[in-house]
Nanobody, 127 residues
Framework: QVQLVEAGGGSVQAGGSLRLSCVVSGYIYDSKWVAWFRQGAGEEREGVAA???????TYADSVKGRFTISRDTAKNTLYLQMNTLKPEDTAMYYCACSRWTAVAPPLRLRTTTYDYWGQGTEVTVSS
């Protein structure tokens, strides 16, 4: 059974930082695309960042230069380092795993590319 468990969310003031983690179990994802998504209240879920084993990454324009996605395959853990947080970053953050080792760039931040999802961790950024 595949399980993804996120942690690290919380409340922070604008300009602050948080580091999210996602532990994956029951699935060998080391060569697959994995990603972080977020969903604000009343909004659609949107892709934030994605990564594959060779280090190839994709970021949403809204987080480029502020967020960094990384993975530790030995620990089966995915990370999202979030710096210079803004109130508009407030959302529930989800990690996701796909079945694909190769994904065209336009598809890397689409929800339909990913098959397994965590339950989410909440991030609140106050001004």
């Amino acid at each position: 059974q595949v399980q993804l468990v996120e942690a690290g969310g919380g409340s922070v003031q604008a300009g602050g930082s948080l580091r999210l983690s996602c532990v994956v179990s029951g699935y060998i994802y080391d060569s697959k695309w994995v990603a972080w998504f977020r969903q604000g209240a009343g909004e659609e879920r949107e892709g934030v960042a994605a990564i594959v084993r060779d280090g190839d990454t994709t970021y949403a324009d809204s987080v480029k230069g502020r967020f960094t996605i990384s993975r530790d395959t030995a620990k089966n853990t995915l990370y999202l380092q979030m710096n210079t947080l803004k109130p508009e970053d407030t959302a529930m953050y989800y990690c996701a795993c796909s079945r694909w080792t190769a994904v065209a760039p336009p598809l890397r931040l689409r929800t339909t590319t990913y098959d397994y999802w965590g339950q989410g961790t909440e991030v609140t950024v106050s001004s």
